[in-house]
């Protein structure tokens, strides 16, 4: 019976480092995969949750600057840094408590007062407003056809379709408290040929 040569020996013992080597390589690129995941995820969850938030518009309320259909991307982070300001279209939560939300244009500020007068004109503390982001004139003025005193913490929101649009006018919204609003509109993400920041 031939007997094992030095040489067959050591190929023996290489073949079983080189099995070693796989098992180890499998592993460490294994933990590298899941690692760079579980990054991805933790990162898609501080985005969405600090950052932007996508959203779809439904309805016409914010007509003609927003139509039904149009793609969102709210932004999370601007309100974290300073309070919004007159004109931002912010979004906010529907009070029906579904997973939906109410986006509307900012008009009154914390400690203003907001008066809508019979030929539909917006007063604020006293002055008329200049702006023309109103579809049409106001036909009804609801709560503030009695001066509103907005609160520390309060905002005056209108629909841009201000005659199809349910807002702070209507007694199950009235004015929104800075807590519950979750960010402003910032960028059209569709239709494409609409695509870009919000003016």
């Known amino acids: 019976m031939p007997k094992e040569t030095g040489t067959e020996k050591t190929v023996k013992k290489s073949g079983k480092k080189r099995k070693g080597r796989r098992k180890g390589g499998f592993l460490k690129e294994f933990i590298t995969i899941s690692i760079y995941l579980l990054s991805v995820l933790v990162l898609t969850y501080l985005l969405i949750t600090f950052v932007v938030q996508r959203t779809v518009v439904t309805g016409e309320s914010m007509e003609p600057t927003l139509m039904d259909g149009d ?38 500020l914390p400690g203003e007062t907001v008066f809508i007068d019979e030929n539909g004109m917006i007063f604020i503390n006293g002055s008329l407003l200049e702006e023309s982001y109103g579809k049409e004139v106001i036909l009804s003025a609801g709560l503030a056809e009695t001066n509103i005193n907005l609160g520390a913490n309060e905002y005056f929101v209108l629909g841009d379709n201000r005659n199809h649009s349910a807002d702070s006018r209507d007694p199950s919204i009235g004015p929104v408290e800075r807590s519950e609003i979750v960010g402003r509109a910032w960028v059209r993400t569709y239709p494409f040929k609409k695509f870009g920041k919000l003016r």
């Open 71 to 108: 793609n969102l991307l709210v932004d999370k982070l601007t309100y974290r840094f300073h309070e919004p300001k007159r004109f931002d279209v912010v979004v906010f939560p529907y009070s029906g408590g579904e997973k939906s939300y109410y986006i509307k244009r900012v008009i009154g």
